[in-house]
């Protein structure tokens, strides 16, 4: 057994002996073959350059060591050498206790002692397994590091590829950076270099933080991001990511993503295809660039970012637009959402609830949203080219294209201004529409109050009916049910087509054109009524109305008292109490036409002894125009039923109750609808062939204006007193003759 051993020159070999082992310090040796036994080798402290094989501790001395290890293969304890290689052999390398400063190369396996180990590898490349190493330091080769099942804290620095075996490992980077492919790993912490990190074949879950980099591998990965905040470019093959307490960034490479992630803050997609998951915890996350969004099971709050985005959007509750413009698809399954700042959105195949933000928002809408609700702002929305079937209420301006848009007004109140939608139907509560200046063309359903703009308005009402307060629309057709028409206090000029049962006017003065379809119409309140080329039946209210009327064909007063005044055309006028028409003047060629006073009733004109109650006509063209009787006036007058009036001329005195119409030559001093009607009655005087309830009809004049009375002689004494006369009407500045009265 050597005790020392130190050559300065010659190349020798040394082998030790025997089997009980030997603990011995050599200087300048070149090769020592350990012995069967357990073999203690101190270096001396000038340094050495040697081969050794056998040892199972070898410990360096003060200068700089190089040791080889023989191609047996080795299992070796180190201890202050500064460069150890391997050989063809499998080399386990211990460290020693004291901590460790070495460059080692071609080593299958290195385990660092309880000191802090520092080791290099040689440039060669090399694969091997370590333990316990603090700081591992790779060459120029490709060096293949696998981490011991007791796992442990390494700082590599150069290394390829990390492995981790079945304990907890802690990867830290230097700071240069690393391009690194790590496998197993349970965490892997950046430095402030650029750090390159790969994820290997095998499927990973581990921590990572401040990694510049990450690209997944083929097996699933799932990656929590450290709590310090991390911004982080993901490139392809990551599955699960899940960010850390403080803020992340996360930028997606050019090859697009497949994930599902979760507290992330930033999400920056790229020109691949990203299709994004989020996970069921809540998140709230800016995201740019991101081609498709599925949201998780609990509330997800997503923001654009200031680029804008194109992007199909699932399950996100809460939807806000950046300053870009953002195109948004909803998903197919359906969607609860609300949002503002979004520039274009569109629904998917299933039901979508969208609800707008109370900032306000300008919106374009695509297809297939069912419903919208508007906040407490002010809400622009505008209907893409295709059109939109929709729900909405709280929305203030809604703008159609050139698609067909059905719009139904929530059940809450609405106030809102539309132009371009085809078909509007309000809901429950009062619904006041304004049309856009633009103008519409448009079919409305229970809608309260409509208000025409500065275009042309051409609404249609529903067939359900309608209940209509309306100003400013320029033609309104009614629908298959009975629509009441209310026009606004403000004055309006409209052109009623048909099918509109009521028109009431408002306080100021109202213009009503009716279409050329023919019109049955009640109304009250209207200033001045235009008829079309159709057949136009008018009826006038209960509250009577004074009116400007042309091109009407038949006008039936109400309850109320009317004044009419005809302009133009022929009019059959069917009065009531007290009401006045003043015909087109002129005759048949000159505008007037063919007018006919009709009388339905005589009890229903005026009362007997009454001066009041008559109608009084104005421009009847004795001649031309008719006084026709219809309904019971008819009965009463043709007493024997013969459809022919038996008509007659008498003077004073010679008036016979055997005749139906009398006209009296004998003129009427002053008026004839003074107190109880007493010129009249002088003019008449007594009657002949009378009886008990024996009544006429007499025709009489002043010389200026006629009248038609009905004279009935109650006690059948032929006297007339002032309650057996009935004052049915005055035409006023002509003389009527008998054949301008006949039967209906």
Do not use: C, H
């Not at 091997?128 to 007791?150: K, Q, R, Y």
């Not at 301006?397 to 139907?425: H, Y």
């Not at 004795?622 to 008819?634: E, P």
Request: charged residues 10%; glycine residues 18%.
């Amino acid at each position: 057994t050597l005790a020392t051993a130190g050559f300065d020159t010659a190349a020798d070999m040394n082998r030790l002996s025997g089997t009980s082992g030997n603990t011995l310090l050599v200087s300048g040796l070149e090769t020592l073959i350990g012995s069967s036994g357990s073999d203690v080798v101190y270096l001396g402290s000038a340094g050495n350059t040697l081969l050794v094989s056998g040892l199972e501790i070898l410990v360096g001395g003060a200068g700089n060591d190089a040791v080889t290890l023989g191609d047996g293969g080795n299992t070796v304890l180190l201890r202050g050498i500064e460069t150890l290689t391997g050989n063809s052999g499998v080399d386990v390398l211990t460290l020693g206790n004291t901590g460790n400063t070495a460059t080692v190369s071609l080593f299958e396996t290195i385990l660092g002692g309880t000191g802090s180990d520092l080791v290099t590898l040689g440039a060669a490349g090399n694969t091997l397994v370590v333990s316990g190493v603090e700081t591992l330091i790779g060459g120029a080769g490709t060096d293949v590091v696998t981490i011991g099942t007791a796992g442990g804290t390494l700082l590599a620095l150069g290394i390829e590829t990390l492995i981790g075996g079945a304990g907890l490992e802690v990867i830290f980077t230097g700071s240069a950076g690393a391009t690194l492919t790590v496998s197993g790993a349970d965490f892997v912490i950046g430095n402030t270099g650029t750090d390159v990190l790969t994820l290997g074949p095998a499927g990973n879950t581990t921590t990572i933080r401040g990694i510049e980099t990450l690209i997944g591998g083929a097996g699933t990965d799932v990656v929590f991001l450290g709590d310090t905040g991390n911004t982080l470019t993901l490139g392809t093959d990551i599955e699960v990511l899940v960010g850390g307490a403080a803020t992340d960034v996360l930028t997606i490479s050019t090859s697009g993503a497949t994930l599902l992630t979760r507290s992330v803050e930033t999400l920056i997609g790229n020109t691949g295809t990203d299709v994004i998951a989020l996970g069921d915890t809540p998140n709230t996350v800016t995201v740019t660039g991101i081609d498709t969004l599925t949201g998780g099971a609990s509330t997800d709050i997503v923001f654009t970012g200031s680029a804008g985005v194109t992007m199909t959007a699932s399950g996100i509750e809460f939807l806000v637009g950046g300053a870009g413009a953002d195109v948004v698809t909803l998903g197919s399954s359906g969607n609860t959402v609300i949002t503002r700042d979004i520039d274009t959105l569109s629904g998917g195949a299933g039901t979508d609830w969208v609800f707008l933000g109370d900032t306000g928002n300008t919106l374009t809408l695509g297809t297939g949203i069912e419903i919208l609700v508007g906040g407490a702002a002010t809400d622009l929305l505008t209907i893409g080219a295709l059109g939109a079937t929709m729900l909405t209420r709280g929305v203030e301006t809604l703008i159609g294209a050139a698609g067909t848009d059905v719009i139904t007004l929530g059940d809450t109140a609405n106030t809102i201004t539309v132009s371009g939608v085809d078909t509007l139907t309000g809901g429950a509560s009062t619904d006041i529409v304004f049309t856009a200046s633009a103008g519409v063309t448009m079919l409305a359903s229970g809608v309260e109050f409509l208000v025409g703009g500065a275009g042309s308005d051409v609404v249609t009402l529903g067939a359900s009916g309608n209940t209509v307060i309306t100003r400013g629309i320029d033609t309104m057709i009614g629908g298959a049910g009975s629509d009441l028409v209310l026009l606004g206090d403000t004055g309006v000029t409209m052109r009623a087509e048909s099918g509109i049962e009521i028109i009431v006017g408002g306080a100021a003065t109202d213009v009503v054109s009716l279409g050329d379809g023919g019109s049955t119409v009640l109304l009250r309140g209207i200033e001045t009524l235009v008829g079309g080329t159709g057949n136009d039946v008018i009826t006038t209210g209960n509250t009577g109305v004074t009116m400007s009327v042309s091109g009407v064909e038949t006008l039936i007063g109400g309850s109320g008292t009317d004044a009419i005044t005809v302009t133009s055309g022929s009019i059959r006028f069917q009065g009531g109490t007290g009401d006045s028409i003043s015909l087109a003047s002129g005759n048949v060629g000159s505008g007037g036409g063919t007018d006919t006073v009709v009388y339905s009733s005589f009890s229903d004109i005026a009362s007997l002894g009454a001066n009041t109650g008559f109608i009084s006509v104005s421009n009847f063209q004795s001649g031309t125009d008719k006084v026709q009787l219809t309904g019971t006036a008819r009965t009463d007058a043709d007493k024997n039923g013969d459809a022919a009036l038996a008509t007659a001329t008498a003077a004073t005195n010679g008036v016979s109750m055997a005749n139906e119409l009398v006209s009296l030559s004998s003129a009427v001093s002053g008026s004839l609808t003074d107190t109880s009607l007493a010129n009249f009655r002088t003019a008449l005087g007594t009657l002949t062939n009378s009886s008990a309830g024996a009544s006429t009809l007499v025709l009489a004049n002043n010389g200026t204006s006629s009248a038609l009375y009905q004279v009935v002689d109650t006690n059948g004494d032929g006297q007339v007193a002032s309650s057996e006369v009935r004052l049915l009407g005055v035409y006023n500045s002509t003389v009527l003759s008998l054949p301008d009265i006949n039967l209906g």
